[in-house]
């Protein structure tokens, strides 16, 4: 028997497993809950890391994702997909085609190309289906300023505009540069959200102390919930960026390096009582 409840949005989030918890699919699933949806998964690849550092990817083999695809979203429609670490051309590739024989959903695309700790996840074959397959069918990518300027194949040197024009010319919906890692690292961070025809909009935040594991995560998979809800992308955008900064402000240390954003500080304070 069905029980009657009211009804949530539901994100499909894809992407690899942290077994820290920083990042991947687990932040995902409290960005996207915290934000007012249900997170439906596929996860892509296992990973060996922890706070510190990725020592490893075990992509998952794409027969058993095409398989938990069909079964999964012929009973739990998606309302919103949000895409994170990729991690074999095998994943691209089943992406690439879910997405084509799912149309009218919008897509969140976190290109996620090199871990906090350094390692690199993904090559440049790996972007260059990346920017062929998936760039034309993403409605927003959320990349940070290095991953802006691989994406789009630019000299290390090319502004956050040139990076996005590139990105918006090869079939993005909407880019959304993050500026924490602006070689200025000045105290103010800016943000910047480009589309096609649109003027730019940025939005500037306070640089916080220290180190995060899975901000992009939480950012793109925060936008995701949002969109699957309804809301305008620009408006989407401005909250989930908020969200983003306060997850960052209550982030704490579950291990020795990079801290855990705080995804569901809300939770925290309303049982003490504290208002936002
Ligand atoms: N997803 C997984 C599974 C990861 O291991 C990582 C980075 O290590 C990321 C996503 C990206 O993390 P961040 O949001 O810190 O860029």
Aim: hydrophobic share 40%; charged share 15%.
């Amino acid at each position: 028997m069905r029980v009657q409840t009211t009804s949530l949005p539901l994100v499909l989030a894809i992407g690899g497993h942290d077994p820290s918890g920083g990042a991947g699919i687990q932040a995902d699933i409290e960005a996207i809950g915290a934000n007012g949806a249900h997170a439906v998964t596929l996860i892509t690849c296992l990973t060996e890391q922890n706070s510190c550092n990725v020592q490893a990817l075990h992509p998952v083999e794409p027969q058993l994702l095409s398989r938990q695809a069909e079964l999964l979203l012929a009973d739990s429609p998606a309302d919103a997909i949000k895409i994170g670490l990729l991690g074999s051309l095998e994943a691209v590739d089943f992406v690439a085609a879910l997405i084509q024989s799912h149309p009218g959903i919008p897509v969140v695309l976190d290109p996620v190309l090199t871990a906090g700790g350094g390692s690199k996840l993904a090559g440049t074959t790996l972007q260059q289906s990346m920017r062929e397959q998936l760039l034309p069918q993403c409605d927003l990518i959320t990349p940070n300023i290095p991953e802006a300027i691989s994406l789009s194949g630019l000299d290390s040197d090319a502004t956050p505009e040139d990076c996005a024009n590139r990105l918006l010319g090869l079939g993005a919906g909407a880019v959304l540069i993050t500026g924490t890692h602006e070689p200025t690292q000045a105290n103010e961070i800016t943000h910047r959200l480009y589309r096609t025809g649109v003027p730019i909009i940025t939005s500037q935040c306070q640089r916080l102390p220290g180190e995060y594991h899975g901000s992009g995560c939480t950012l793109a998979a925060a936008v995701a919930a949002r969109l699957a809800s309804g809301t305008p992308m620009e408006q989407a955008v401005a909250s989930a960026l908020d969200f983003t900064w306060q997850s960052l402000r209550y982030a704490f240390q579950s291990g020795r390096c990079q801290a855990t954003p705080h995804r569901l500080y809300r939770l925290d304070r309303s049982r003490q009582g504290v208002d936002e």
